[in-house]
Nanobody, 121 residues
Framework: QVQLVESGGGLVQAGGSLRLSCVAS????????MVWYRQAPGKQRELVAL???????KYADSVKGRFTISRDNAKNTVYLQMNSLKSEDTSVYYC???????????????WGRGTQVTVSS
């Protein structure tokens, strides 16, 4: 069974930085697109950034120029470097893998449990 585990969240002052990691484990041959989402209390989950297996990236307008997504395919890990953090970045951040090739074939839509990021102003 594929599992995703996020880490790296915490409390940081506005203007500070954090680096989130998400490690996928299980009988994984490859992962297609990996995505970071976030959800603040009372708000809908929103896409923060994604990275394809080929390294193409996409960002929400609200984080462009401040956040950088990257991945290490050998380690089945995706990262989110967050700089110049703002209070509005406070959310639970979730990792998603849309399609994973395993010994069972393709399996879809895996989520981690999330990591809390709190930015104090």
């Amino acid at each position: 069974q594929v599992q995703l585990v996020e880490s790296g969240g915490g409390l940081v002052q506005a203007g500070g930085s954090l680096r989130l990691s998400c490690v996928a484990s299980g009988s994984i041959f490859s992962i297609n697109t990996m995505v970071w989402y976030r959800q603040a209390p009372g708000k809908q989950r929103e896409l923060v950034a994604l990275i394809t297996s080929g390294g193409s990236t996409k960002y929400a307008d609200s984080v462009k120029g401040r956040f950088t997504i990257s991945r290490d395919n050998a380690k089945n890990t995706v990262y989110l470097q967050m700089n110049s953090l703002k209070s509005e970045d406070t959310s639970v951040y979730y990792c998603n893998a849309d399609r994973v090739a395993t010994r069972k074939g393709y399996e879809y839509d895996f989520w981690g449990r999330g990591t809390q990021v709190t930015v104090s102003s």
